[in-house]
């Protein structure tokens, strides 16, 4: 176990060397960005599936709707910049709405979190498969066990811990980054000096399953699958306290270079889209089609090109599986999750919520069939519930402390609020048939079980108090010893017995007088001077005369305790357990809820 | 729980009332002789299912075939006769193949029964269920769960024990006897004075999944199939001890009753069938047949044979339901099964048994969706493997004593054990394909599992022989209470430790310094003049420094005792269980394999 543990997670890393673990502004934008700046592969594809329900010739409003998004993104940077800086130890929308608006809106914003760490596991994975089988189209028919596949390694990678996941993952994010700005550079002088060509694709075009007219309602639409570009912003400010101090300097300023990139990457690719005339195809990617048409067909460059999208995509789950374990052991910390997922556990990585995310994730991939635009409709609700909420509680934070400057970062904080919450409402509305009403019900149940769960630990907390408990005496205990014949197991339950108390009694249960008459002569040799009581049974039972006596002995004195030793096999191989111990199991399940009484297995090791 | 288990099985019986259970001659033929009587329901139908392969021109065939298995059963019952009287205390096919042939003989013969009994169980419900299906075609689509719903009563039923069994079962068997008898002396007279029409029925005439010509392989295949009127003879001779005193005499008695009244119906069923020119139809079974065109049609008379076929076939089941657990307790007091089953529980009805047998029978039931034909090829193997070996048993027994008469008692044992290994070939053979390969493959797979039980309870027993054991000095036991916190559950844990041992340590592991120190103070209180241990542990994990000082704790006193209480919460409702004790548990399962360790949880109970 211990080596096995070992090889999967590494060697556990001793206290005073956890300070080496932070990351620096290079590694931490590769760790926390990847999420933000991996939408851009299919951001973008999804407004353009949206449009095509009002026909080929609605395609053109995908460069006003980026602008819009690109805006929009700008802001909640800035906005979130700001509360880095107020919360330099970390400040989550759990964090920030609980302690500004009330414990209410830290735990709806938590509910929404979490799960939006679990989609983005779902999506980023699914997406990352399809640019792979946009490459490879005859791997088509593995996308689930592909998708599955990834996310058990990225668990793995995490159950490592934090430094191992800098140096895995600084490389893809690096190499995502190039690979896109050869993409956008060239694309751009083809495009300035009007080398445009129709793309051919041997996928069929995407067929929408309904067709409308262009109304208001369908551009909203889109725009609202477009606003997944924006999810992934927070990651940075969750993870403050992870930086190399100054820490809270260092996360903003890693922050507005990650915004950068993301609005860059994200309006190259939107503007190229238009320019070039792409046309979301089933089973061909948006940024494969452009690879192609821009670095001229399959050669290594568009290979470069979709393994870059693929790693980014794959590894973008990874900021869910830094951030969704340390969410979830702050609000366990704060006990409103059981206290299990506060453990670090010995390696930093916070094993139990890296192994809930992991099922999780599965879950939904392999319901969705590992399909990104079947999972997007459920994404972008928690990401800008947590936004709208975070940010009024910036709101609050503001007006209340009216520190220097308190106008402008109200104003600001106010700004990406409004916009938010309408973003919150259109997704809301426009989605909700098509998942979003999964999200919209189980965030209430969610803080439901949270509420519940805190209710709980206060009232053990409560019956745990040691106030008014006065120091007690000295008790008496009383040891009996159930026992079947005299054997082995028998007489090491006996000298263990002894140990314990002057006052040991051996019980056994009268069925058959013959054998009872041998027990007897057994214990003239054996016995050390114990107590033996033979109980009679009337009706052969075993269990009815020795619960008796338990009962009785224990009426007897009644705030005293009563040891209930049961020599126990611990068989070589593990079906062995069927053959022995059924009585030992009856009598530990009928003394399970008597008070004062404690039961005990007393092991015998069988080597055989 | 308690409640629940005397309305389910009824009050427990005191052993000095123990002999009022047993069998008087009509109570014993009611309950042991239902599977040998019951199979008067299908064996001739059986036997027409496989003539008609050949067309309808070769159903004439019954009547000889019919002749042959008379005969064959005639021959088993004196042979087993003279095993009633050779074991008075049970004369079961295992214990006679097993004292005079060889343990392994034995124990293929238990392994047969044992598949029988389940087999029994699960065709005897089957037909009577055709019975049902047969008098009302609707409920044709409900098959498997009317068999399932008549298992359950009968595994009820059983666990109430032996005297209202026989209360239950004795009116449908006497009505069974009785029912027939009407129908046969009303049949033989239609024959006699000639009033025989042809009958028409609303269900298809029966079509073979096959057509081949009359070969005297069909017609073995066809008597084969007819032998499962010879099941259930064997029952008896497992059953003597049942029985009132002198057991072996009422016993003898009632199994040349019941021979009688099972060959004079096997007979008269098969002589109406050829006379009335029944035909197998796929839905309506031969039997109600014969009854509409003897009684007239679906009149009073109709459903009352009807009735009464449904419930000794159903209540067939309960040779199985008596013969089952006893069997399995004798194999498991012989320790080739785990001796749970050996176990009479206390209400001599032995329930694990029975558990066991209803559930396997469940499942033959849905695997062949309760059909008759298609459980019959697995059926008869069993009983034969078991009627040749007992026999041959009997032969050597004979052989060897020596006593009055041998060489007749000899002349019969070996006359049916030579029929029986004849009949069991042909079955072997001509059913291979159609399921019987299943039994061939079970037997020797329960042979070894036998053996290799045994063999473990050897070793066992072995290991836990007081042989060479010296009595030893009183040893030293130190105890150790790993605590997180100082609070109730702990000071309880603290109190009962105090009772334990003069060497207490509890033991507390440094995360946090800020919370040491606070343990430190509320120690002084609280600590009862404990020593406090405070680990330190660089890599922040509890688990390893405390296991580490348990580790050299043992070390130190090599022979001695060490005792680790946890203190545990019993909470108020089962999921606070996910809430609580995670710790306890993973400490439980790090010392589970460590000898001189003994883990005790001190339960402290949480009252909401």
């Known amino acids: 176990m211990g080596a096995l543990k070992h090889v999967l997670v590494g060697k556990p890393i001793p206290s005073h060397q ?186 069929a075009v995407f067929v929408p399953s309904e067709t409308a007219s262009l109304t208001i309602f369908l551009v909203l639409r889109a725009f609202a699958n477009g606003c997944t570009a924006l999810t992934g912003i927070e990651a940075i400010s969750d993870g403050v306290p992870a930086f190399k101090p100054p820490e809270a300097k260092n996360a903003a300023t890693t922050l507005l270079i990650m915004a950068g990139c993301a609005v860059v990457m994200f309006m190259g690719v939107t503007l190229l889209a238009d320019a070039f005339h792409v046309v979301p195809r089933q089973d061909e990617t948006v940024i494969s089609q452009l690879n192609r048409a821009i670095l001229g067909g399959r050669g290594p460059l568009y290979y470069m090109v979709q393994a870059a999208t693929t790693m980014i995509l794959v590894l973008a789950a990874n900021t869910a599986f830094s951030d969704f374990p340390r969410l979830a052991s702050i609000i366990a910390r704060d006990k409103f999750l059981p206290r299990q997922l506060a453990n670090q556990g010995d390696r930093l990585a916070f094993s139990n919520g890296i192994l809930i995310l992991s099922f999780l994730s599965g879950v939904l991939l392999v319901a969705f069939g590992g399909d990104t635009h079947a999972l997007i409709p459920l994404y972008m609700l928690g990401v800008f519930v947590s936004f709208t909420l975070s940010q009024a509680g910036m709101v609050v934070k503001w007006r209340r402390e009216r520190k220097r400057g308190w106008r402008v970062g109200a104003y600001v904080s106010g700004l990406g609020a409004t916009l938010t919450l309408i973003v919150l409402f259109v997704v809301a509305i426009t989605k909700f048939r098509e998942g979003a009403w999964i999200i919209i019900v189980l965030i209430p149940i969610l803080v439901a079980h949270f509420t519940s769960i805190h209710r709980h630990y206060d009232k053990v907390a409560e019956q745990l108090s040691l106030k008014g408990l006065a120091v007690s005496e000295k008790k008496h205990n009383t040891v009996i010893v159930p026992i079947g014949g005299v054997h082995r197991a028998v007489v090491q339950a006996l000298e263990y017995a002894r140990t314990l108390s002057d006052d040991v009694r051996a019980i056994y249960v009268d069925v058959d007088p013959h054998a009872t008459q041998e027990i007897r002569d057994t214990w003239q040799h054996w016995g050390k001077g114990i107590r033996l009581e033979i109980l009679a049974s009337p009706f052969r039972s075993v269990m009815e005369p020795l619960l008796e006596y338990i009962e009785l002995t224990n009426d007897e004195r009644p705030g005293d305790f009563i040891t209930v030793l049961l020599p126990e096999f611990v068989p070589a191989r593990w079906w062995h357990h069927l053959l022995h111990n059924q009585r030992a199991l009856l009598i530990k399940g009928a003394l399970l809820f008597r008070r004062n009484i404690v039961v005990t297995s007393v092991p015998y090791h069988l080597h055989e």
């Not at 140096?167 to 495009?191: E, N």
């Open 18 to 203: 956890a300070h080496h673990e932070r990351y620096t502004r290079s590694s931490g934008l590769a760790i926390l960005s990847s999420d933000a700046l991996s939408s851009v592969a299919y951001a973008t594809e999804e407004i353009l599936r949206t449009l095509l329900i009002a026909g080929t010739a609605s395609l053109w409003l995908v460069t006003p709707i980026g602008c819009v998004i690109a805006g929009l993104m700008l802001v909640i940077a800035f906005s979130y910049r700001q509360t880095i800086r107020a919360y330099p130890g970390g400040g989550g929308a759990y964090r920030v709405a609980r302690e500004n608006i009330g414990t209410t809106a830290g735990l709806i914003a938590a509910a929404a979190l979490l799960l939006d760490y679990v989609l983005t596991v779902a999506v980023s994975i699914a997406a990352g498969v399809a640019a792979i089988t946009s490459a490879f189209p005859a791997w088509h028919v593995n996308t689930v066990e592909l998708s599955l596949g990834f996310l058990v390694l990225i668990a793995i990678g995490n159950m490592r811990g934090i430094r191992e996941s800098a140096r895995i993952f600084s490389v893809p994010t690096y190499f995502f980054l190039g690979s896109m700005g050869v993409l956008l550079v060239v694309g751009m002088f083809k495009v300035l000096t009007g080398q445009i060509a129709p793309i051919e694709s041997a996928s």
